[in-house]
């Protein structure tokens, strides 16, 4: 069978993994094209082999492909080689299965999942063809739709969408999907303007051309309309629906029933390797934990577990479907799943072995977690980690991070005498309130693991201690108690790794520790973006029309494009990052509704400010508001609400 | 037990590398319960080979890779549960047993059938029937190599063990191996410059046909006849 690809052989032969751009992976869905209802491409704005390991867009593609006469198809970022070529030969992007432009689909459907894939957002519909503004799209192009965590803050990329979906896909889709076909229906030709209208009246579903934004400006006294503190100038004024039949308020799209509902029991499996080249099982959603400056903790709320029987019937089907040696489980906190040890066990006794390997996610060290470590990983290969994410107590409390230094010492010491001589430790630098103290308690923190090693008896030890500690910078971001936090200036956290780093070199076992950290360039312009509002629109084109794409590939980041950008377009770190934002302040998110509320984030604030740590969803609720879903963890009997 | 498999390569399955196909079968191994054995140690792996790897661009009839099994079913029925397993562009041709002293195909192969066609068969000038004739019938073909060690001169001719025009290209049996692998762009890169012309780099359109391992008697002997049916 010989399929016509868009890209003729020399292009492909000529290129890097020329499978990124051919589709017909075993278990892709081909569907007649032409006799479809609605041909709905799925994007994932990145390279293939990070877009192929994502579960969500698998989950998704999955479900539009049960539907009758829906065809899914997946288009990802072609790589700079190949957009390059694109480009002088201006050969329009297509769809890897069906091998059709963009611009023949009804619906492109972006997923958002960092934000440094922006610039990329821009390429996929600028080699597509399709116009890069919302305003400026015809009834001939496709319904641009956004999806995934960036639209928890979608306002800087809001101008280049006409819809954004907020919250989990499973729920809302078909009957947005069937609305479409209905309008274009009845209106072909004319259905745009009526369709967005529509959509708008539909829960999770915000249509970006709908709402009016208006600013102080920057003196803040002046106008017709004053603000009334000097801290709001600049700030946004009014944040309005332009008609009264759009909502003001979009609260999230959630699943409640985790077991019955969408999941892919035959996900695609690239022919080169992805990043995940695996089974993933998502065991459960959420997070109990409630870390203040977690974006995926506070907005996926409440936490909603699947059930054990739902997991063990889907691992089977999913390496028998796959063919994959790998499996592994997926959630934010694996360790607070009630069901791990047996899962977990499961997953050991039954599949390990004979080809198939069990990849275990990040637990929390215990006894439970070192034992099956033991069983699954070469101890003399692998490492434990842990992720402290500050140095002190003190920071921790801030940061709400419910693991002690005891924890973490006892932990270590348990892994070193099963045989562990590898730690990997992850912080992060430039959390509110750090002092120098809590700078160097990183590496404080990393010797007292060393030294506990060496406490050992010698003829017990397994050689040398490795001690790896990394850190980040901490970036805020909208819906956590942080989001009204001062971000440092790039200056800032370097001369905060430079502090590190010197305490690193002073310590009794420096021999035996590392530190690295990350580029401070690329999280200051990740602060811009994700707390950003509709004023960063033209400098993200702007830095994409000199040349910016794939700016989360370290090769292919120009910090100096930004630059440029940024100061034609008046757009200054110090505005969007490095102050702090007063609770009067209309933030760019504030009409979107994650079920957490903005007086729980506010307590969180200023309790975090003390110092105070507060409980977990399963010691005690807090009372966050993710409740009004009625469902998950909120409503376990042992969790009362106050 | 040791089992030989042919299959045959197809349309956009070309773009994909050796390295990527082997972890195809792997996959599809496992995805078809093929009772197929595994290394001992830490990290087992199937005990799976291939004959020769398949350049980058390149279709085929004839690609083998053996395999050890701890059982199996009859010879058709597992081509069949095979090609269920496999994508459209993959198709198993023959699962043969093979003797337990079988070498793998990878230590005994030494020649491959290869058709050439022309990408662009418009851009052609010479008449490959009378101009190919010429081209073969010298007693040497010559060619220059540049090595590590140096500048070498190799003679093709006695590695080109059989040709002949078809009618809509070439035809070629070419040594093919570890020790003296000839490929076929070497030797058509070679007959473009006897005719005074230069070998573009995506001119051909390259199709495998069959690999041989040599018998007793030096006879050539296609890799799938060396095994058996099982019935
Ligand atoms: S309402 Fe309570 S239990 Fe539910 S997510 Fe919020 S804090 Fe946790």
């Not at chain 2, 395999?67 to 058709?76: A, C, F, L, W």
Request: hydrophobic letters at 35%.
């Amino acid at each position: 069978m010989v399929r016509k690809l868009a890209l003729p052989d020399e292009i492909l032969l000529k290129v890097e993994k020329p499978a990124r751009y051919i589709g017909g992976e075993v278990n892709a869905v081909n569907k007649n094209f032409d006799e479809m209802d609605i041909n709905f491409c799925m994007c994932f704005p990145d390279v293939y082999e990070i877009g192929m390991s994502h579960l969500g867009i698998q989950i998704l593609y999955d479900m539009f492909n049960k539907w009758d006469k829906v065809y899914c198809d997946r288009v990802y970022s072609p790589w700079p080689d190949l957009d390059k070529i694109m480009r002088d030969r201006d050969i329009p992007l297509f769809a890897v299965e069906s091998q059709r432009p963009l611009k023949d689909f009804d619906f492109l459907g972006i997923t958002l999942q960092y934000e440094m894939c922006y610039t990329n957002i821009l390429q996929i519909l600028d080699l597509g063809k399709i116009p890069l503004y919302t305003a400026e799209r015809t009834e001939d192009d496709p319904v641009i739709i956004g999806g995934g965590p960036c639209t928890y803050n979608p306002e800087p990329i809001a101008d280049f969408f006409d819809l954004f979906y907020i919250g989990e896909g499973e729920t809302q889709y078909k009957n947005l999907l069937d609305l479409y076909k209905k309008i274009k229906d009845e209106n072909p030709g004319a259905w745009r303007e009526k369709f967005l209208h529509a959509a708008a009246q539909i829960p999770g579903i915000y249509v970006p051309s709908l709402y009016e934004v208006e600013y102080y400006d920057k003196a803040g006294v002046e106008g017709d309309n004053p603000a009334p503190m000097p801290e709001l100038a600049g700030t946004i004024s009014s944040f309005k629906p332009k008609f009264d039949f759009v909502p003001a308020t979009i609260r999230k799209e959630i699943v409640l029933d985790m077991d019955n509902t969408y999941y892919p029991e035959k996900p695609v499996v690239p022919f080169i390797r992805a990043t995940q080249d695996r089974v993933v099982l998502e065991i459960q959603r959420g997070c109990i934990r409630g870390c203040r400056f977690c974006q995926a903790g506070m907005v996926y709320r409440p936490v909603r577990e699947r059930s054990l029987e739902f997991l063990k019937d889907k691992a089977l089907k999913l390496l028998k479907n796959t063919g994959h040696e790998d499996i592994t489980l997926s959630s934010l906190s694996s360790s607070d799943y009630s069901h791990l040890e047996e899962i977990v066990n499961y997953l050991v006794e039954n599949i390990h072995g004979k080809g198939i390997n069990v990849s275990l996610p990040s637990l929390r060290i215990d006894a439970f977690s070192l034992d099956v470590m033991s069983k699954v990983q070469d101890i003399k290969k692998s490492s434990v980690t842990f992720a402290p994410e500050a140095g002190t107590q003190r920071m921790r409390n801030v940061i709400n991070k419910g693991l002690t230094e005891e924890d973490i010492i006892h932990g270590a010491d348990q892994a070193f005498h099963a045989g562990w001589n590898r730690v990997k430790l992850y912080f992060m630098l430039g959390q509110p309130t750090e002092t120098n103290e809590d700078v160097e308690g990183i590496a404080i923190l990393a010797d007292k693991i060393a030294r506990k090693y060496y406490e050992i008896p010698k003829a017990e030890r397994n050689g040398k201690v490795q001690i790896v500690a990394s850190s980040s910078f901490f970036v805020p971001k909208p819906f956590t108690p942080f989001q009204w936090a001062r971000m440092n200036s790039k200056e800032e956290f370097l001369e905060k790794a430079k502090i590190c780093r010197r305490k690193f070199g002073e310590m009794l076992n420096s021999k035996s520790l590392k530190y690295n950290w990350h580029e401070s360039d690329v999280s200051v312009l990740e602060g811009v973006l994700a707390r950003g509002d509709r004023r960063i629109a033209p400098a993200l084109v702007e830095a994409y029309r000199k040349g910016s794409i794939f700016d989360a590939w370290s090769d292919y980041f120009v910090f100096d494009n930004w630059l440029e950008a940024f100061a034609k377009y008046d757009i200054t770190f110090e505005y969007y990052n490095e102050r702090e934002r007063v609770f009067e302040e209309l933030l760019p998110w504030d009409f979107l509704d994650c079920g957490v509320n903005k007086r729980f984030l506010q307590l969180e604030w200023n309790r975090a400010k003390e110092a105070r740590v507060t409980a977990n969803c399963r010691q005690g609720c807090s009372g966050c508001g993710a409740l009004v879903f009625g469902g998950g963890v909120c409503f376990e009997g042992k969790n009362k609400v106050r | 037990m040791k089992v030989r498999i042919k299959f045959g390569k197809y349309g956009e399955l070309k773009f994909i590398g050796h390295l990527d196909i082997m972890r195809y079968f792997q996959k599809m191994m496992r995805r078809a319960d093929i009772d197929i054995k595994y290394s001992t140690g830490y990290s087992p792996h199937q005990i799976m080979s291939f004959a020769q790897p398949l350049g980058l661009g390149i279709t085929s009839d004839g690609e083998y890779m053996d395999i050890e099994v701890d059982s199996t079913k009859p010879s058709k029925e597992m081509i069949d549960l095979l090609n269920t397993y496999n994508v459209d562009n993959i198709r198993i041709y023959s699962y043969r047993e093979l003797p337990d002293n079988a070498k793998t195909g990878m230590a005994i192969i030494a020649a491959a059938d290869y058709e050439v066609r022309f990408r662009y068969p418009e851009k052609i000038s010479f008449d490959l029937k009378s101009d190919w004739p010429r081209f073969m019938e010298r007693e040497h073909i010559n060619v220059t190599k540049t090595t590590k060690s140096g500048e070498s001169e190799v003679d093709l001719k006695p590695l080109i063990f059989d040709s002949h025009v078809m009618e809509d290209g070439l035809f070629l049996k070419l040594s093919c191996g570890s020790v003296v692998n000839l490929k076929p762009e070497v030797v058509l890169g070679e007959f473009y410059k006897f005719m005074g012309e230069e070998l573009g780099e995506f001119d051909l359109l390259l199709h495998r046909k069959e690999l041989y391992a040599r018998g007793d008697d030096g006879e050539l002997i296609a890799l799938e006849d060396m095994g058996r049916d099982i019935e």
